[in-house]
T-cell receptor, first 114, second 112 residues
Framework: GAGVSQSPRYKVAKRGQDVALRCDPISGHVSLFWYQQALGQGPEFLTYFQNEAQLDKSGLPSDRFFAERPEGSVSTLKIQRTQQEDSAVYLC????????????FGPGTRLLVL | GDSVTQMEGPVTLSEEAFLTINCTYTATGYPSLFWYVQYPGEGLQLLLKATKADDKGSNKGFEATYRKETTSFHLEKGSVQVSDSAVYFCALSRQGAQKLVFGQGTRLTINP
């Protein structure tokens, strides 16, 4: 079936704007993850959902970052009052089960904050 | 905390050369270890994994062996092709946890 999809693929925001990034996981996948990848770096964990429950949000860098997955499928990562340091690629991944299953990644959303 | 260190890139090789990309990790317990690859213009894909000491993961001619004694998971391929040009990421997942911890990535370029 289809893989993980993310939208938009590119987003340019002015500093101080709010943005919303969408992730459509693979159908039936229980777990969903968000990662942030700065230029030239490896992805860094932001948050994790099991169905609709957000079980780990330890990687969210500030209270300007908020994620939700209200029906246990599509997820949205929201960044309020964007700052230049938020510029990065935001990756979504999903996995079939709960623990230590292979994570399948989407193509990412490249966010540029001017 | 948990961490992964990869050899710095970029790495440039000629076609049919032998490839090694070093990866070492720091983690408590017995993590699972992964190599992910990112081809130009594409998303991260799992290349191979190993879940316990002395396991060997393999795929597409690439291999990596989980070495607990040296906390390493080096990626090797005997004869690289131009199509192997990509960025390679080593990662771990601690036992009982969900999130992946990634290294900084190694960019590999293979010249014909």
């Amino acid at each position: 079936g289809a893989g993980v999809s993310q939208s938009p693929r590119y987003k340019v925001a002015k500093r101080g704007q709010d943005v919303a990034l969408r992730c459509d996981p693979i159908s039936g996948h229980v777990s969903l993850f968000w990662y942030q990848q700065a230029l030239g770096q490896g992805p860094e964990f932001l948050t994790y959902f099991q169905n609709e429950a957000q079980l780990d949000k330890s990687g969210l860098p500030s209270d300007r970052f908020f994620a939700e997955r209200p029906e246990g499928s599509v997820s949205t990562l929201k960044i309020q009052r964007t700052q230049q340091e938020d510029s990065a690629v935001y990756l979504c991944a999903s996995s079939l089960k709960r623990v230590q299953e292979t994570q399948y990644f989407g193509p990412g959303t490249r966010l540029l904050v001017l | 905390g948990d961490s992964v260190t990869q050899m710095e890139g970029p790495v440039t090789l000629s076609e049919e050369a032998f490839l090694t990309i070093n990866c070492t990790y720091t983690a408590t317990g017995y993590p699972s270890l992964f190599w992910y690859v990112q081809y130009p213009g594409e998303g991260l894909q799992l290349l191979l994994k190993a879940t316990k000491a002395d396991d060997k993961g393999s795929n597409k001619g690439f291999e990596a062996t989980y070495r607990k004694e040296t906390t390493s998971f080096h990626l090797e391929k005997g004869s690289v092709q131009v199509s192997d040009s990509a960025v390679y990421f080593c990662a771990l997942s601690r036992q009982g946890a969900q999130k992946l911890v990634f290294g900084q990535g190694t960019r590999l370029t293979i010249n014909p």
